[in-house]
């Protein structure tokens, strides 16, 4: 079985997706899958060996020099690369940025355009599908229609089985702020429709997404986590008396998620003010803005530690008491998270310490912690200070909380047993390729 993923960005274990992909296809053989992407920057896994990239910079070249074949295909092995083409990585990004400007939707119109008019359907592009003859094209429900109508193309170029991963939610009705809004909004919500129905099989990432989807479109949709190992559950030893419990938070401040933190770092300083109980760190690849700076790092209560690499997330997660997941209150964050389900919830089951999730209880994330018991929630902004005293009057609640986060782990996100059964899926699609051409 040969498995082609298609995204828009380079496969990067540093970003959500990037991590996602190679969580789950850990287990393929290199020589079994290819990654077709959107961008000139480079990969960065140990999973995939085999290239083809497009560029916005390329699909442009194209409305000048219609004959020009665009795409490079490269491999590489041992993190080294063997690319022919040392291609202007800093051109191509910044006409990426400023298509990406601030979610401007003239911005992404212009995109659309230049993906509209521009020959990206090249030779290149056909020769390295006919070579790798993928048997299943696995792809996230993308928020960009043009990468949806590569994904049809290919449907039909190969005439591969399609397997599309709702790894955030693009279909709920969001209100259109004007004209352009709402037209790019419709746009995309009948790109994803259709991709959709053309799919052979599609992955839901949180149960309230499956259960919304599938009345929606009426279509089943199956349920897909990132895994780990839960074999060996880690030590855990509470703090000594004289120690501050240690909260430990890796992940986006974006969406909302600084404010958050910034009202959690605030109560922190009010307790400690009477005495040191809590400290809350800080790790984040996105830079901070004046105003993130001045209300999330509060002194004596909150430290800022910056971006750290993906394979030094579990240590870093194990070096704390409590390890934190959030949502923002702030009410148009909370319906663009409404159905999502943050990846850094595997890791934080997997650390082996008491999980501390704080956010509304509709958001799926939330839901599902509570459901299963697997960690300490406040759902409101006025029940953080309730939670920590609660923590500060018995301690002993936070062993109960990381055997309560590993056994929710264990039971739902074995990574053995997600891996075989998204194998399982995708060789049943190839099954019925293979009887459909006996038929034939």
Not at 239 to 265: H, M, N
Not at 306 to 319: A, F, H, R
Not at 408 to 416: L, V
């Amino acid at each position: 079985m040969r498995i082609l993923i298609l995204s828009r960005s380079p496969w990067d274990d540093t970003n959500s997706l990037g991590n996602t992909l190679s969580n789950l296809f850990s287990s393929i053989s290199s020589e079994k899958i290819a990654h077709l992407y959107l961008r000139s920057t480079n990969p960065s896994n140990n999973v995939c060996t085999k290239y083809f990239r497009i560029n916005d910079k390329d699909v442009l070249m194209t409305l000048f020099r219609r004959n020009l074949d665009i795409g490079t295909y490269f491999e590489i092995q041992q993190n080294k690369s063997n690319l022919e083409h040392v291609l202007d990585t800093k051109t191509d990004e910044k006409l990426y940025s400023f298509f990406r400007n601030k979610g401007s939707k003239i911005a992404l119109f212009g995109q659309e355009l230049l993906w509209h008019l521009g020959r990206w359907n090249s030779e290149l592009l056909n020769n390295f599908l006919n070579e790798f003859k993928p048997d299943v094209i696995f792809a996230p429900a993308f928020s960009t229609p043009y990468v949806h109508r590569l994904l049809w193309y290919i449907k039909e170029e190969v005439g591969v089985k399609i397997v599309l991963f709702h790894a955030d939610d693009y279909l709920s009705t969001n209100k259109s702020k004007g004209l352009i809004d709402s037209v790019y909004n419709k746009m995309r919500f009948k790109a994803i429709i259709k991709s959709t129905n053309l799919a052979d099989i599609n992955y839901c990432i949180s149960t309230l997404q499956q259960e919304e989807y599938q009345k929606k479109i009426g279509k089943e949709m199956k349920l897909l986590h990132k895994g780990a190992n839960f074999s060996n559950q880690p030590d855990y030893s509470l703090p000594k008396e004289d120690e501050p419990i240690k909260i430990i938070y890796v992940g986006s401040v974006l969406y909302g998620r600084w404010k958050t933190l910034s009202i959690l770092a605030e109560e922190i300083s009010k307790i400690n003010k009477v005495k040191n109980k809590f400290v809350l760190v800080i790790y984040s690849q996105y830079t901070l803005t004046k105003e993130m700076k001045e209300k999330m790092i509060i002194e004596g209560a909150s430290i800022f530690k910056g971006k750290i690499p993906s394979n030094q997330v579990k240590d870093t997660l194990m070096s704390g008491d409590v390890v934190l997941h959030l949502e923002s209150f702030d009410d148009v964050e909370k319906e663009k998270t409404r159905l999502s389900f943050s990846t850094k919830i595997v890791d934080c089951l997997n650390s082996g310490r008491a999980l501390m999730a704080i956010g509304w209880d509709r958001a799926a994330s939330i839901d599902y912690l509570i459901k299963n018991d697997a960690a300490l929630v406040a759902t409101d902004a006025d029940n953080i200070s309730n939670l920590l005293n609660e923590i500060q009057l018995n301690s002993n609640i936070l062993k109960e909380y990381a055997d309560k986060a590993w056994s929710c782990g264990k039971r739902n996100h074995q990574i053995y047993e997600i891996q075989n059964n998204l194998y399982q899926d995708l060789s049943s699609l190839v099954k019925e390729v293979k009887n459909e051409s006996i038929a034939d």
